[in-house]
């Protein structure tokens, strides 16, 4: 990984892209990890006054959804709907106010189309009597952001289809004559996965823009798909400037996977415990490397969290309690550098980990010095508003 510079504020926008989810079934804590992460991201630039501008897809075409209405005799369109609510208010529960935008695949339909029309008369799809695919042969860099050679890639055998050039090669269109259908130039059908965010991130983002997130689990084929079709649209690298992977999520030390039976939903976990446990839960680990959800994880998050209140709540009462009186330059020279010590960690890759720390062992030292010596009134009231602007950043005291 290579870590890089950002410019200067100096209130510039930042455009993002998230992956978001596919509406067949309730959003789970693999969800709330990746998209925490990314709210505690934008909170952070917009904090250091970046102006950041965050979109997120809704995958509400895609054969899960056609499954999950089949086996439930409802509509297509009904699922996902309802499934879209409820991820919507998992992301309200979770204080995720960061994404300006969700938007439907169903709803760029037009936009695909065109984007699908404009890779054949390039050169880089074609059309077969199942539907229409990008040739990889002809983007030259494919593999390149999960480090796959040519014989890598073509060991993976995805979207088994015989009329494929190569095996290698993905949907861009497939034709279909049952489900969901919306008609196209290569008849009914349905648009694949990867260009639905593509088209949804280049009419919002516009065809170059800063960042996109995702769960590592995207990285191939899904993102690798997304580079070679975003590049092969405009002629322009990079499509992206910075790709963002959140780490796995295990339960204990195995894997959270439907197949294992062990997924926890949004809902089930926050309904034992608070949004702000959750969101010190998850910053507590950085959000490249795996995380373990665990019930004594949990604990400590709630122990770690009740005594950052506590203290805080100590520092405010200790300004409403004493009179005005002559600023403590050691307390304010304390806060500069813990603030400075939060910036440098969140400038390193987001590490909201060591951001904490700084945060964590700050309130430590004002605690067991309020316990011997009480502090100026404008004083404690400063400290604590500049300590409660960094926490907004995690999210986890009163925002
Ligand atoms: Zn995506």
């Not at 510079?5 to 930042?14: F, R």
């Not at 497939?174 to 694949?192: V, Y």
């Amino acid at each position: 990984m290579r870590k890089d510079e950002l410019p200067d504020p100096n209130g510039q926008e930042i455009r993002l892209f998230v992956c978001g989810p596919t509406v067949y079934d309730y959003a789970h804590l693999g969800h709330a990890r990746t998209y925490l992460a990314v709210d505690m991201m934008v909170r952070y630039l917009r904090f250091r006054g970046y102006r950041p501008h965050a979109v997120m897809n809704i995958t509400d075409i895609d054969e899960r959804i056609v499954k999950k209405s089949e086996e439930t005799g409802r509509d297509v369109q009904e699922v996902a709907h309802e499934f879209e609510k409820f991820f919507l208010e998992d992301m309200k529960t979770l204080g995720i106010d960061s994404i300006d935008r969700y938007e439907r695949a169903s709803d760029h339909i037009p936009d695909i189309i065109r984007q699908v029309e404009h890779l054949i008369s390039a050169g880089y799809a074609y059309e077969t009597e199942t539907g229409v695919y990008f040739d990889v042969s002809k983007f030259a860099s494919y593999g390149q952001l999960s480090h796959q050679s040519e014989a890598d890639l073509r060991l993976r055998r995805l979207e088994l289809c015989s009329t494929k050039h190569h095996p290698e090669d993905f949907s861009l269109w497939r034709k279909f004559d049952e489900g969901p259908l919306w008609d196209s130039p290569w008849g009914m059908g349905r648009p694949g996965w990867h260009i639905e965010d593509t088209a949804i991130s280049m009419k919002h983002l516009g065809p170059s823009y800063d960042i996109h997130a995702g769960g590592a689990e995207l990285v191939f084929p899904h993102h690798e798909a997304e580079i070679a079709q975003g590049e092969a649209l405009t002629s322009r690298k990079p499509f992206v400037k910075y790709w963002i992977h959140t780490g796995m999520l295990n339960v204990g030390s195995v894997k959270m996977s439907k197949s294992l039976g062990n997924v926890v939903r949004i809902r089930d976990a926050l309904a034992t415990c608070t949004k702000e446990e959750l969101r010190l839960f998850f910053a507590n680990t950085h959000y490249r490397r795996v995380a373990s959800f665990s019930k004594s994880g949990l604990l400590k998050a709630r122990r770690r969290l009740g005594s950052i209140r506590q203290t805080v709540r100590q520092l405010r009462s200790c300004s409403s309690e004493k009179p005005a009186g002559k600023v403590d330059l050691r307390l304010l020279r304390d806060v500069s550098r813990v603030e400075a010590g939060f910036m440098a960690a969140m400038d390193d890759d987001f590490d909201t980990a060591r951001a904490l720390r700084v945060l964590s062992r700050f309130l430590e030292t004002a605690r067991r010095k309020m316990k011997s010596r009480r502090f100026a009134s404008s004083t404690c009231e400063g400290a604590v508003n500049r300590i409660l602007a960094l926490s907004s950043v995690i999210g986890i005291l009163a925002d």
